[in-house]
């Protein structure tokens, strides 16, 4: 019995814990506006379901404005060479990728030029047409 309550235990415990929403491309973003950006990483995060950053970026006035950029998944840019460590805060980068449909400072990476002078892929949905599909 009391294992039989344990388990009950811990399973309602996991169901009540939220799960983070993992949306598609096509919802959140939209491939008609394109941009690219160029600015100071102020912070990375490399985690499931996708890895982010954030970066500085500078408009001609001198305002400096914060961006969310998202990449793939961990897994996904370790595929395509990337490490924990190929962004770092401080580095300077350029990214190309698509808006975000709220209006919100945020973006789809598409491709990276990294502070060595490299291009990399950003792994995301829109590189693949997984967006066409809903994925």
């Known amino acids: ?7 009950l235990a811990i399973s309602l415990g996991i169901a009540a ?26 912070k990375v995060e490399w985690m499931n379901p996708h890895a982010r950053f954030y970066i500085d970026v ?3 006035s001198g305002k400096v404005t914060n961006w969310e950029l998202e990449l793939g998944s961990p897994n996904g840019l370790m595929r395509r060479g990337w490490t924990r460590n190929s962004l770092k805060e401080g580095d300077i980068v350029t990214v190309n ?31 693949t047409g997984d967006e066409k599909a809903g994925n």
């Open 1 to 7: 019995m009391k294992n039989w309550f344990c388990g």
């Open 17 to 42: 814990v939220p799960a983070l929403a993992h949306h598609s491309f096509a919802a959140e973003y939209d491939s008609a506006k394109p941009i690219t950006l160029t600015g100071t990483v102020t």
């Open 58 to 60: 500078k408009d001609q």
């Open 97 to 127: 990728g698509s808006l975000a449909k709220d209006g919100s400072n945020l973006a789809n990476a598409r491709t990276v030029k990294l502070a060595d002078g490299r291009q990399v892929f950003a792994g995301s949905a829109s590189e």
